[in-house]
């Protein structure tokens, strides 16, 4: 019995250190691009055994130390660790409304930033259906008021999406991104910020989006879950 609970120890030992290794290396690629400048952006990962990780306050996500990311209980307290990200309160109200979500990802790329300043953008549904990949990975994109950054009141603004949405951009700010693993969430946040590219690249030129046909196809297909109305523009 004792060492089938050393196994387990030991096991659990193992994935959080893989899941900090990969923390900085998707951490480094994310900054390598320019998706996330200077000391901006945060990644968290919910741990196996309660609690979570996430990268720490003033840290660039190129730049990051395995040994230093900020190790959080259940009710988002310090265990070990650089004291974290001022963007706890928002990782945390994702994490509560949103069962799923393993791992979350907020970055200030700057074509996602750049579409959520601009004034005819849909707070249910940021961007229109420009992609199969956009709406397979991310579904729709609520768009939440800006505050300022740290500010608790976020956490209320993400409560009041009700878990609906996986995708979010916060208003003059950046991307909130969760995902069941940390690659998924990576990854959608990739194709957030390309499609948000897209979307100002044929800004005014009436581009052709996808058909609500085509639309719901995918979701046929490829059990894609969107909000009512999140797909509309």
């Given at each position: 019995m004792r060492q089938a609970g050393m196994t387990a120890m030991s096991t659990e030992t193992s994935n959080e250190t893989r899941l900090r290794e990969d923390i900085c290396r998707f951490g480094r690629s994310l900054f390598e691009r320019g998706l996330t400048p200077g000391s901006s952006g945060n990644i968290s990962v919910r741990l196996d055994g309660g609690g979570w990780l996430?990268?720490?306050?003033?840290?660039?996500?190129?730049?990051?130390?395995?040994?230093?990311?900020s190790r959080l209980d259940e009710q988002g307290r310090l265990v070990s660790g650089d004291a974290p990200t001022k963007e706890v309160p928002l990782h945390t109200a994702l994490y509560d409304t949103r069962g799923s979500a393993r791992a979350i990802v907020h970055?200030?790329?700057?074509?996602s930033v750049a579409l959520s300043m601009l004034p005819e953008i849909d707070p249910r549904a940021a961007l229109p259906p420009l992609t199969a990949y956009y709406l397979m990975k991310c579904g729709a994109t609520a768009l939440v008021p800006y505050y300022r950054p740290g500010d608790p009141a976020v956490a209320d603004a993400i409560k009041g999406l009700a878990g609906k949405y996986s995708s979010v951009l916060l208003a003059n700010h950046g991307p909130v991104v969760a995902g069941d693993t940390l690659e998924a969430a990576v990854f959608a946040t990739e194709e957030l910020e390309e499609t948000a590219k897209l979307y100002?690249?044929?800004?005014?030129?009436?581009p052709r989006y996808l058909s609500p046909e085509q639309v719901a196809d995918l979701v046929k297909v490829f059990g894609v879950t969107l909000p009512q109305h999140g797909h509309g523009h």
């Open positions: 996430v990268t720490p306050t003033n840290a660039s996500l190129g730049f990051l130390d395995p040994a230093k990311l970055l200030h790329s700057t074509h100002l690249l044929l800004r005014g030129m009436n």
